[in-house]
C-alpha cells in the first residue's frame, strides 16, 4: 500500500459539524481553550494515585492469565507515576467487524508513539477499551468482505461480551472455507481466538494476535472490581447527577447551533445479569427495569449494587465518565461522532473534578486500486471528488466531454426575448403577460432539448460513466463509506500489512487518507 493523498476532514462532509469545528477550533463555542491541541508538549496528564495504579494493574493482569495469554509490555509500566494511557475503543463486531477498528487502534498507537517522542519524563501506553458490555447484537453480527455477507445468528441476549462463543464457530467454518485459497494471518488469529468460551476472551485474543504484546493493553470493563470504582458515581446518579449538568452543556450547544449526538435520560445506567442489559429507570422512590420481578427502593438498590457491582452498567454518557475513574488516561481516540457526545459532558466532567482527556479524531483511510484511481484522475476529477455525489459527478463528466453545449445559443435566445419584450411592452402594455407566456413556453421547449441532448451525451460516454458507478462503489459499497461496510479482510491479510498502517496513521493531522494499492 502506499498513500496517495490526504485530504483535511473540513474539506469532505465526512464529520459532524461539532467535530470539524471542535479539532479546528473555530466558533463562538470552541475557542483556543476548548479546542483540539495538537501541540504534544502541552498536553495535561490526570493525576492517578498508586493505589488505583495497583488496583489496575492487578485486574489487567487478572484478565490477561484468565486467557492464558502473554502480559503486555504495557501494564506494568502503568503502576509507575509518570505513565499515562491513549486509550480507543470499539464494540465487539463479528471476528473485527467493519475495518474501522484496525484504523482506531493504529491510530491511538501511532499516537502513543509522538507522545513517547515528545516527553521524555513521561511514558504513555496505548490502551484498548473492549465495550463488552454493549448489547446491540445486531448493529455486531454482520461481517461483510467483499460481496458476501456472513451473519452471526445467536439466540442468547444482554452483553455481547458475556455471550458465548459455540454459534460463533459456524460463521468460522463458513469464512474458512470460502477464504480457503488465501494464506491469511487475520483468519488464522480468528480460529485461534476460538478456544475461548466467551465472546470478550475470544475478541481479547483476536486484537491482541493482531497487535501483539509489545504495545497494545487490552482491557474489558465489565469486571467486578473495576466496576467498585464507579460506585460512587452510581450513587449520584440517582439524585439527577449527569441530567442535570448534561442538560446544562447541552443546552450551550444546540444554543451555539450544533445537533446533539447522544440522548440524555434520567438515569443512565444498565442493570446487567446473566442474559439482559437493560435500562434502569427511576419511577419516583422506585427502581425497577423491564424485566424486574420486584421494584426497588433507592436504598435496597444500592445495597445490592454495592454487593454486586458487577450488575451495574453505564450508558453512553457515562462510559466516558468510568473509564475515567479508571485508567490513568491523558487522550481518548475515537470517530467523529464518539467525539461529538464526549463534548456533550463537559460540564459533568467538571462537576465532578474528574480530569477529562484531550479528544483526537482517528485516521481514516479509504482504499482504491491504483490502477482505478488512474482511471479516475484520467476522467478529469480529482482525489476530493471521491467524496461527491455520483449523481453530481456523472453530470459533471457529461458537460465536460459535451459536443453539443447549446447554452451560449440558450442564453442568446433570453436576451433576444428580452429585447422584444421590452420593445414590445413601451408601445403596448397590454401584450406583457402574452409575451411572458409566450416566453414561458420556449423556455420548457428549450429545457426539454437540453434534457434530451444530456441523455444524448450519457448515452456517448456510457463506459465512462459505467467507471464512475465502479469507483464510487468501491468508496461506498451499499451507498455506505467503506470503513464502515468493509471487513478487516477486505484489504489486510498480514501483520505486516497492519504495521505499515500504523505507520501512515496520525490523527492530529485531521485528514482522510486515500491509500493506493
Given at each position: 500500500?502506499k498513500?496517495?493523498h490526504?485530504?483535511?476532514?473540513?474539506?469532505?462532509?465526512f464529520?459532524p459539524k461539532?467535530?470539524?469545528d471542535?479539532?479546528g477550533?473555530?466558533g463562538s463555542?470552541?475557542?483556543?481553550s476548548?479546542?483540539?491541541s495538537d501541540?504534544?508538549?502541552t498536553l495535561?496528564v490526570?493525576n492517578f494515585?498508586?493505589s488505583?495504579?495497583?488496583k489496575?494493574?492487578?485486574?489487567?493482569?487478572?484478565?490477561?492469565e484468565?486467557?492464558s495469554?502473554?502480559i503486555p509490555?504495557?501494564?506494568?509500566?502503568?503502576?509507575d507515576?509518570?505513565t499515562?494511557?491513549?486509550?480507543t475503543g470499539?464494540?465487539l463486531?463479528?471476528f473485527g467487524?467493519?475495518v474501522?477498528?484496525?484504523?482506531?487502534i493504529?491510530?491511538t498507537?501511532?499516537?502513543?508513539?509522538?507522545?513517547n517522542e515528545?516527553?521524555?519524563?513521561?511514558?504513555?501506553?496505548?490502551?484498548?477499551?473492549?465495550?463488552?458490555?454493549?448489547?446491540?447484537?445486531e448493529?455486531?453480527?454482520t461481517?461483510?468482505?467483499g460481496?458476501?455477507?456472513?451473519?452471526?445468528?445467536?439466540e442468547?441476549?444482554?452483553?455481547?461480551?458475556?455471550?458465548?462463543t459455540?454459534?460463533?464457530k459456524?460463521?468460522l467454518?463458513?469464512?474458512?472455507?470460502?477464504?480457503s485459497?488465501l494464506?491469511n494471518?487475520?483468519?488464522?488469529?480468528v480460529?485461534?481466538?476460538?478456544?475461548?468460551d466467551?465472546?470478550?476472551?475470544?475478541?481479547?485474543?483476536f486484537?491482541?494476535?493482531?497487535?501483539?504484546s509489545e504495545?497494545?493493553v487490552i482491557?474489558?470493563?465489565d469486571?467486578?472490581?473495576?466496576k467498585?470504582?464507579?460506585?460512587p458515581?452510581?450513587r449520584?446518579e440517582?439524585?439527577g447527577l449527569?441530567?442535570?449538568y448534561?442538560?446544562?452543556?447541552?443546552?450551550k450547544?444546540t444554543?451555539a447551533?450544533y445537533k446533539l449526538?447522544a440522548?440524555i435520560?434520567?438515569?443512565?445506567?444498565?442493570?446487567?445479569?446473566?442474559?439482559i442489559r437493560?435500562r434502569?429507570?427511576l419511577?419516583?422512590?422506585?427502581?425497577?427495569w423491564?424485566?424486574?420481578?420486584q421494584n426497588?427502593s433507592?436504598?435496597?438498590?444500592m445495597e445490592?449494587?454495592?454487593?454486586?457491582?458487577?450488575r451495574?452498567?453505564?450508558?453512553?454518557?457515562?462510559?466516558p465518565?468510568?473509564?475515567?475513574l479508571?485508567l490513568?488516561?491523558?487522550?481518548?481516540?475515537?470517530?467523529?461522532?464518539e467525539?461529538?457526545?464526549?463534548?456533550q459532558l463537559e460540564?459533568l466532567?467538571?462537576?465532578?473534578?474528574i480530569f477529562?482527556?484531550?479528544?483526537s479524531v482517528?485516521?481514516?483511510?479509504l482504499f482504491?486500486q491504483e490502477?482505478?484511481m488512474?482511471q479516475w484522475t484520467?476522467?478529469?476529477?480529482d482525489?476530493?471528488?471521491l467524496?461527491?455525489s455520483?449523481d453530481?459527478?456523472?453530470?459533471e463528466l457529461v458537460i465536460?466531454?459535451?459536443?453539443?453545449?447549446?447554452s451560449h445559443?440558450?442564453?442568446a435566445i433570453g436576451?433576444a426575448?428580452?429585447?422584444?419584450?421590452?420593445k414590445?411592452v413601451?408601445?403596448?402594455?397590454?401584450?406583457?403577460?402574452?409575451?411572458?407566456?409566450?416566453?414561458?413556453?420556449?423556455?420548457?421547449?428549450l429545457?426539454f432539448?437540453?434534457?434530451?441532448?444530456?441523455?444524448a451525451d450519457?448515452?456517448?460516454?456510457k463506459v465512462?460513466?459505467?467507471?464512475v458507478?465502479?469507483?464510487?462503489g468501491?468508496?461506498k459499497?451499499?451507498g455506505k463509506w467503506?470503513?464502515?461496510y468493509?471487513?478487516?479482510f477486505d484489504f489486510?491479510t498480514d501483520?505486516?500489512?497492519?504495521?505499515?498502517l500504523?505507520?501512515?496513521?496520525?490523527?492530529?493531522?485531521?485528514?482522510v487518507?486515500?491509500?493506493l494499492f
Amino acid at each position: 500500500m502506499k498513500l496517495g493523498h490526504k485530504i483535511p476532514f473540513e474539506k469532505v462532509n465526512f464529520l459532524p459539524k461539532i467535530t470539524t469545528d471542535y479539532i479546528g477550533g473555530v466558533g463562538s463555542y470552541f475557542d483556543q481553550s476548548k479546542g483540539c491541541s495538537d501541540d504534544l508538549s502541552t498536553l495535561s496528564v490526570p493525576n492517578f494515585s498508586l493505589s488505583q495504579r495497583n488496583k489496575l494493574v492487578d485486574v489487567l493482569v487478572r484478565q490477561y492469565e484468565s486467557c492464558s495469554m502473554e502480559i503486555p509490555r504495557g501494564v506494568e509500566l502503568l503502576r509507575d507515576a509518570n505513565t499515562f494511557t491513549v486509550t480507543t475503543g470499539h464494540q465487539l463486531c463479528l471476528f473485527g467487524g467493519p475495518v474501522y477498528i484496525l484504523y482506531k487502534i493504529a491510530s491511538t498507537i501511532a499516537f502513543t508513539r509522538k507522545l513517547n517522542e515528545a516527553h521524555a519524563d513521561k511514558k504513555f501506553v496505548p490502551v484498548f477499551w473492549l465495550a463488552s458490555e454493549d448489547h446491540d447484537f445486531e448493529e455486531v453480527s454482520t461481517l461483510n468482505i467483499g460481496k458476501t455477507s456472513y451473519k452471526w445468528n445467536n439466540e442468547e441476549k444482554g452483553c455481547i461480551g458475556r455471550m458465548t462463543t459455540i454459534e460463533l464457530k459456524g460463521v468460522l467454518s463458513e469464512l474458512k472455507s470460502s477464504m480457503s485459497y488465501l494464506d491469511n494471518d487475520l483468519l488464522e488469529e480468528v480460529e485461534k481466538s476460538m478456544v475461548y468460551d466467551t465472546v470478550s476472551k475470544q475478541y481479547r485474543s483476536f486484537i491482541h494476535g493482531l497487535f501483539g504484546s509489545e504495545e497494545l493493553v487490552i482491557v474489558d470493563p465489565d469486571d467486578r472490581d473495576l466496576k467498585k470504582e464507579f460506585l460512587p458515581i452510581v450513587r449520584a446518579e440517582f439524585d439527577g447527577l449527569s441530567k442535570r449538568y448534561v442538560e446544562q452543556n447541552n443546552k450551550k450547544l444546540t444554543d451555539a447551533g450544533y445537533k446533539l449526538q447522544a440522548f440524555i435520560r434520567d438515569i443512565n445506567l444498565f442493570y446487567v445479569d446473566k442474559g439482559i442489559r437493560e435500562r434502569i429507570i427511576l419511577d419516583q422512590d422506585s427502581v425497577k427495569w423491564k424485566s424486574s420481578k420486584q421494584n426497588f427502593s433507592k436504598a435496597e438498590f444500592m445495597e445490592m449494587i454495592e454487593e454486586f457491582p458487577e450488575r451495574i452498567s453505564p450508558n453512553v454518557i457515562l462510559r466516558p465518565i468510568y473509564q475515567q475513574l479508571i485508567l490513568p488516561n491523558a487522550v481518548y481516540i475515537g470517530g467523529g461522532s464518539e467525539i461529538a457526545y464526549w463534548l456533550q459532558l463537559e460540564d459533568l466532567f467538571s462537576e465532578l473534578q474528574i480530569f477529562k482527556p484531550q479528544l483526537s479524531v482517528r485516521s481514516s483511510f479509504l482504499f482504491v486500486q491504483e490502477k482505478l484511481m488512474n482511471q479516475w484522475t484520467e476522467m478529469g476529477y480529482d482525489y476530493q471528488d471521491l467524496f461527491e455525489s455520483p449523481d453530481q459527478l456523472k453530470n459533471e463528466l457529461v458537460i465536460r466531454n459535451a459536443s453539443t453545449d447549446i447554452s451560449h445559443e440558450i442564453n442568446a435566445i433570453g436576451e433576444a426575448f428580452d429585447a422584444i419584450q421590452n420593445k414590445v411592452v413601451s408601445h403596448h402594455s397590454e401584450l406583457d403577460s402574452m409575451i411572458g407566456a409566450e416566453r414561458r413556453k420556449l423556455q420548457k421547449q428549450l429545457e426539454f432539448l437540453e434534457k434530451r441532448i444530456l441523455k444524448a451525451d450519457k448515452s456517448k460516454n456510457k463506459v465512462s460513466l459505467q467507471r464512475v458507478d465502479k469507483i464510487i462503489g468501491k468508496v461506498k459499497p451499499e451507498g455506505k463509506w467503506q470503513e464502515r461496510y468493509s471487513s478487516v479482510f477486505d484489504f489486510f491479510t498480514d501483520k505486516e500489512s497492519i504495521n505499515e498502517l500504523i505507520d501512515f496513521a496520525d490523527p492530529s493531522a485531521n485528514s482522510v487518507n486515500i491509500m493506493l494499492f
